[in-house]
């Protein structure tokens, strides 16, 4: 049976490996996955700059051939809008007002004096002076020194656009606005005009288009009079390239026109909503939602993906068995890797409604689903590459986890909350548990767990667990049970989830764990954490790396899925430092059981084997007359080499047998207790 590596949550699988100086290691960002929302562009002589939806600025100085980060976030609420003034670039945001850069990008900084919006939907450069349309007090001007002005008051401004002295608004619900002399004074320009949801707006000094939830209208004097085309699409994007226009629809159209914007005929489609369009040296770039950027090299003929650089998306869930890596985004897309993060596939086409959740468990990986009122559960045995439905429930799975064998799925539907289990790995369903509200699951000590409660009879009833906050993920570390929580970081248990002890992590969120040898790794918002002396305390490991919602490792490296900033990696070498007077391989090639450590002892010991295939393991512990005084494994486990901690505060002083059996191997070994 192919050997498989312990994931995301579990009991320790030891890997025996050295560091390589881990003080001068680090962290380094995958290719992928790539794709962000693009929201906005801006051009300044051979740059092109886009603002994505999760706050990051990217900067392209070859045509859009590869990107680099020029600003890694400037806000969580997201990069609405941008424009060029000179050589300085504005960036407007989605709750934070405007932020400027004077080099390029390598340095920004607030510039909100006088601004009384901080949503700025649109920014649109005169020259020297610079316009701001907000959500609910209308448009700002600046004029190149000193603060904003207020200069027109609408609401739901969703676009600008310039030329000479002459200046538009588009306001959602409100039509087309009409400045003629550099925004002193307005007038409304709606005569002809078909919708007054306008989402965009271009001009080149003698046509002006404007794009409507009902598609593209047109004037060819200064917005007098408008006239309908043959683009009925809500269109959200339009710009002037070179002789042509092209727009972009909700749709995940690009239409294009050779006759001033009176026919439009679709060149592109993806889709997926295209959110921008600009025009920069010899190139045309298409801001996609959830795809990035793509680029046209002949006018808009012909498109192609052109994200090289661009991998800030937010990973939400992660997974991982033997090389492969599959990874959720914050847009619920599934990508997989192969090759440990160098390229990045998409799988979303095959899962639906929305990814929700993801657990390596076995040999398998499972993808929960969840929209509206209804879901279920995906598995793929063959590493991710094709996934098929095991289940469906009017009800939404909003988390999967678990461990080895059994699986489970946290539901929300009508009826409240549900929990559904699977004992073979996803073949069988049965509801075990209502009204519970879970986002993390596992298997300890043939105890269930879910969320923050906890079951002694195999579902039928729950005990609530005494935890300050909602449960985001379970690990199990040397016979440990550590909980991560929502805002009261990580805990432990040493009583099989009877009480807990916090461990002063220094993180309100823990989102999971990793085991591996003899180290714990904890993703949190202020990065990965490590504790090597079972949850003490803990270490920071986060050379590179500023944040992570979710964690996983393979066979070579960790995984870190961050906030904005796509997925990063670190080689196993580096940061899991186990050295041990024996050389064990990660995937043994035999079965073995090991003297426990120490002998004798009081009141622990520590019990090593090694299981070369997946299977059921049996690990016992017994007085000499051969009476069972204790259990420490039942269950399936899949190959590796494992500790586990022997308590025996209960038993009296003297000999006892531990015998270990899996498949067809059976061994046992002596203890010492000592009191």
């Known amino acids: 049976m192919k050997p498989r590596a312990r994931v995301f949550r579990g009991v320790t699988l030891l890997y025996v490996l050295l560091a390589s100086n881990i003080s001068q290691s680090q962290w380094v960002q995958t290719s992928g996955p790539t794709g962000s929302t693009v929201t906005a562009f801006a051009v300044i002589g051979n740059r092109i700059f886009a603002g994505t939806e999760s706050g990051s ?39 934070i007002g405007v932020f400027r850069t004077v080099d390029y990008g390598i340095g920004w900084t607030p510039f909100n004096g006088g601004l009384m919006d901080m949503e700025v939907n649109a920014l649109a450069s005169n020259g020297a002076t610079l316009f701001a349309g907000t959500r609910t007090r209308g448009v700002f001007r600046w004029m190149g020194s000193g603060n904003w002005s207020f200069v027109f008051p609408a609401s739901n401004v969703r676009a600008l656009a310039a030329f000479g002295n002459e200046v538009f608004v588009g306001a959602y619900g409100l039509g087309v606005f009409r400045s003629v002399d550099n925004g002193t004074s307005w007038a409304a320009v709606n005569t002809g005009l078909g919708a007054l949801s306008v989402q965009a ?31 009925t699409s809500s269109t959200f994007a339009l710009v002037f390239a070179d002789g042509v226009l092209l727009a972009g629809t909700s749709a995940g159209r690009i239409y294009r026109s050779t006759d001033a914007g009176a026919t439009w005929n679709v060149v592109f489609d993806i889709g997926r909503q295209i959110n921008a369009l600009a025009a920069g040296g010899t190139n045309v770039f298409a801001g996609i939602a959830e795809n990035g950027v793509f680029r046209s090299s002949n006018n808009g003929i012909n498109w192609h993906n052109a994200n090289n650089g661009i991998a800030n998306t937010s990973i939400i869930y ?24 160098a ?41 991710g590459q094709s996934w098929i439905s095991v289940l469906s429930l009017n009800a939404g799975v909003y988390s999967i986890g678990g461990r080895d064998q059994n699986v489970f799925a946290g539901t929300s539907g009508l009826g409240g909350y549900g929990l559904y289990r699977s004992t073979n790995g996803g073949g069988a369903w049965s509801l075990a548990g209502s009204n519970l509200s879970a986002r993390a699951f596992t298997v300890f000590d043939s105890i269930l767990f879910a969320g923050n409660y906890r079951s002694t009879d195999n579902g039928i ?33 040493t009583d099989r989830g009877v009480t807990w002890t916090n461990v002063g992590f220094q993180s309100n969120s823990v989102g999971g764990f990793v085991s591996l040898g003899r180290s714990l790794f904890a993703a949190a918002l202020g990065g990965v954490h490590r504790t090597t002396n079972n949850g003490v305390s803990w270490t920071p490991v986060n050379e590179g790396l500023s944040n992570a919602f979710s964690i996983a490792a393979n066979r070579t490296h960790l995984f870190a899925g961050t906030s904005a900033r796509g997925v990063w990696r670190r080689p196993l070498s580096q940061i899991v430092v186990d050295v041990e007077s024996e050389n064990v391989s990660r995937f043994p090639s035999d079965y073995s059981l090991k003297q426990n450590y120490p002998n004798p002892f ?25 009476c069972e005084v204790g259990t420490l494994v039942n269950e399936a486990r899949n190959a590796g080499s ?13 000999v006892y047998i531990y015998k270990l059996t899996s498949g067809n191997f059976s061994a046992s070994k002596k203890l010492l207790v000592v009191k």
């Not at 002006?208 to 408008?226: D, E, I, Q």
């Not at 019990?607 to 393991?617: D, M, N, S, Y």
């Not at 494992?642 to 009296?652: C, I, N, R, T």
Request: proline share 2%.
């Open 461 to 493: 009833t729950w005990m609530t667990l005494s935890l300050p906050s909602q449960v985001l993920a379970y690990g199990i570390h040397s016979s440990i049970l550590f909980a991560g929580t929502e805002n009261s970081g990580a805990l432990l248990s």
């Open 642 to 654: 494992y500790d586990e901690v022997f308590g025996a505060s209960q038993l009296a002083s003297g």
């Open 602 to 626: 009081n009141p622990t010991t520590t019990i090593r084997f090694h299981i070369p295939e997946a299977g059921k393991v049996s690990l016992k512990i017994y007085d000499l007359l051969g």
């Open 318 to 341: 992660m997974a991982a068995l033997d090389t492969t890596v599959v990874c959720i985004s914050s847009q619920s897309r599934v990508f997989r890797s192969s090759d440990n993060g």
């Open 201 to 231: 707006a271009a001009t080149d000094g003698s046509l002006v288009l404007v794009g409507t939830g009902n598609g593209v209208f047109r004037s060819t004097n200064h917005g007098a009079n408008w006239v309908s085309t043959n683009l």
């Open 343 to 383: 390229t990045w596939f998409e799988r979303s086409s095959e899962i639906t409604p929305y990814a929700s959740g993801i657990a390596a468990l076995g040999s398998s990986f499972f993808i929960g689903t969840s929209f509206d009122l209804y879901g279920g559960v995906y598995r793929s045995n063959n590493d």
């Open 57 to 95: 600025v990217f900067r392209s100085t070859d045509g859009g051939a590869s990107w680099s980060l020029a600003a890694i976030s400037l806000t969580s609420l997201g990069v609405r809008s941008l424009t060029a003034s000179d050589t300085m670039l504005f960036a407007g945001t989605g709750g």
